[in-house]
């Protein structure tokens, strides 16, 4: 089954509206999880690392200040996409590593968010 | 820069043909590289790399890793209509992944 949850599946908003995306690790701990984005025909993007109970890490040319990330426990993270323009409407995907495996353990996807903006 | 270059960008097979997609890198620290299937949704988990000239098979699918001549190989046999996806190859660096465009195989019955 499933280890890690992503909600809403997909999001229609109005242009100029915030939206949140929940990332959850089902039955183990993540101190780390990552963003993607996947834009048509395109391949996956790393966005941003989330770091628990730090600031996030940023991939160059992702505004910080617009793709706010939240990492407030080791189950949890989330991707809030501020003041959301049509030019972000993409597929956003997160990933976690299970705690414990080695680094070359492979990522557990979620099911990724289609985000709309109109 | 590091680069994940995949080959052919798309194909369409029948069923029942072998398929045999390419995945070539430059990275600067490599750790593992990884293969994945995606249909429309979230990449699932096909094969992780890590050593070169060691096979890995599951079921209809194999991946092989050549570190000399930074390529990989994922081949599918006997190919079937669910086999049509998006599939991705990536190399990691602490758990960081970076995706190469992906190959779209397409298996018409």
């Known amino acids: 089954g499933a280890v890690v949850s992503q909600h809403p599946s997909w999001v229609i908003c109005k242009s100029g509206t915030s939206v949140k995306i929940e990332c959850r690790s089902l039955?183990?701990?993540?101190?780390?999880m990552f963003w993607y984005r996947q834009f048509p025909k395109q391949s996956l993007m790393l966005m941003a690392t989330?770091?628990?109970?730090?600031?996030?890490?940023?991939e160059q040319g992702v505004e910080k200040d617009k793709f706010l990330i939240n990492h407030a426990s080791l189950t949890l993270s989330t991707l809030t996409v501020t003041s959301a323009h049509p030019e972000d409407s993409s597929f956003y995907i997160c990933?976690?590593?299970?705690?414990?495996?080695?680094?070359?353990?492979?990522?557990?996807f979620g099911n990724g968010t289609r985000l709309t903006v109109t | 820069e590091d680069k994940v270059v995949q080959s052919p960008l798309s194909l369409v097979v029948h069923e029942g043909d072998t398929v045999t997609l390419n995945c070539s890198y430059e990275?600067?620290?490599?750790?593992?590289l990884l293969w994945y299937k995606q249909e429309k949704k979230a990449p699932t988990f096909l094969f992780m790399l890590?050593?070169?000239?060691i096979e890995k098979k599951s079921g209809r699918l194999s991946s092989i890793l050549d570190k000399k001549e930074l390529f990989s190989i994922l081949n599918i046999t006997a190919t079937q209509t669910g086999d049509s996806a998006v599939y991705l190859c990536?190399?990691?660096?602490?758990?960081?992944?970076?995706f190469g465009a992906g190959t779209t195989v397409t298996v018409r019955a």
């Open positions: 039955d183990f701990q993540a101190t780390t």
């Open positions: 890590t050593s070169s000239g």
């Open positions: 989330s770091n628990e109970g730090s600031k996030a890490t940023y």
């Open positions: 990933s976690a590593p299970r705690q414990g495996r080695t680094p070359n353990s492979p990522l557990h």
């Open positions: 990275v600067t620290n490599f750790r593992s």
């Open positions: 990536a190399f990691s660096n602490d758990y960081k992944l970076s």
